[in-house]
């Protein structure tokens, strides 16, 4: 009715087909290359979209194969995804190097979720916690691989990359020369909270960085002379080091208030949100020695956005709801 035509004068001689070209890669192809993946050992996930095509033995017309292979029978790597992707939702995606959290720990982060929603029940009583982590820069890479599978299927025992001490890989030599550039590593203690950043950087004795009883308790009385006439209460992972008795004993000798986060619960501290964009922002630079590694860091951490930070601790109670209400324990997008 639009055009002004007769439907049948389309499919008469000597009149143009306006209806355009059919789709080169149909619904229900692209729906047996998602089954096919949905299906497939972890290994034939990493393979490229052409060769999952040829694997899911799809058929490509004659005409669409490409002019410089004439024995290609394979679509673009872009038209397949985007086609799996439509009626799937499967996308490539960095391989979890975990499995999913045990029903165990899923229980008790609801619980504790509940415990300081409770205590804490909007996000002004959140303004005045300070989450502290350990970070460990150096300047090599990490290596996982990129897979397809679908939303909110991360930590399926088949979409996980298993490989010894949890770790991708590197046995190449350039690997090895990328493994000494790592040795020029350094460690930061670093705070966030509402209105606060502080940082110091720390040498624990071990190659690791791994933090110890002794080394915390010499950088806490640091922080709290930061903190000096605030009312902050400090968030602690529970690594071994900050759940020692002395550590414990400490704080509750100094008045410093302080919550221990539930195990295997990185998602539940603002500080660990942050990490990723401080290292992507702090690797844009190349750095070749630890203590220009330090100054890097200072200077993107002196760069952070306040505001920024700010919105994500009032949000905080949300954040706790979607631990309890939207995914019942597992971990969350944060």
């Known amino acids: 009715m639009a055009s002004g035509r007769a439907r049948w004068l389309q499919n008469q001689q000597d009149v143009v087909d306006n209806r355009g070209a059919t789709r080169q890669l149909t619904r229900q192809q692209a729906t047996l290359i998602a089954e096919y993946v949905d299906n497939a050992e972890f290994d034939e996930k990493a393979l490229t979209w052409e ?8 058929p490509i017309a004659h005409e669409l194969r490409r002019a410089s292979d ?25 391989a979890a190097i975990k499995e999913e ?20 029940p909007n996000y002004l009583f959140w303004r005045d916690v300070i989450w502290c982590d350990e970070l460990h820069w150096s300047a090599g890479p990490r290596y996982a691989k990129r897979i397809k599978r679908r939303p909110n299927q991360r930590f399926r025992p088949e979409n996980v990359q298993y490989n010894a001490g949890g770790r991708p890989k590197n046995n190449s030599e350039k690997g090895q020369q990328q493994n000494e ?27 690791n960085g791994k933090m110890n009883r002794q080394t915390f308790l010499k950088i806490l009385p640091h922080l709290r002379d930061a903190v000096l006439g605030q009312d902050r209460v400090l968030y602690m992972d529970r690594d071994s080091a ?18 221990l986060a539930p195990p295997a619960s990185p998602d539940m501290s603002i500080m660990e949100t942050w990490v990723k964009p401080i290292r992507q922002r ?10 220009a590694g330090v100054q890097r860091f ?3 951490w002196q760069s952070l956005d306040p505001k920024k930070i700010n919105r994500i601790i009032d949000s905080y109670p949300a954040r706790l709801h979607e631990v309890i209400h939207v995914t019942e324990g597992r971990m969350t997008k944060y």
């Open 51 to 58: 060769d999952l095509q040829e694997a899911a033995h799809i």
């Open 70 to 94: 004439g024995n290609s029978s394979t679509y673009s790597s872009n038209l397949i995804q985007s086609r799996v992707t439509e009626v799937s939702g499967i996308k490539t995606c960095k």
């Open 101 to 120: 959290l045990p029903e165990a720990i899923r229980t008790q982060r609801v619980f504790w979720a509940n415990l300081q929603l409770s205590a804490r």
């Open 181 to 207: 550039v790592c040795e020029q590593k350094f460690h930061i203690f670093t705070v966030l909270g509402y209105n606060f950043a502080w940082a110091i950087e720390y040498d624990a004795g071990n190659s």
């Open 242 to 259: 900050h759940c020692s008795p002395d550590v414990l004993r400490w704080l509750e000798m100094n008045g410093m208030e302080y919550i």
């Open 282 to 291: 702090f690797f844009r630079r190349q750095m070749k020695t630890a203590s």
């Open 298 to 300: 200072y200077e993107v």
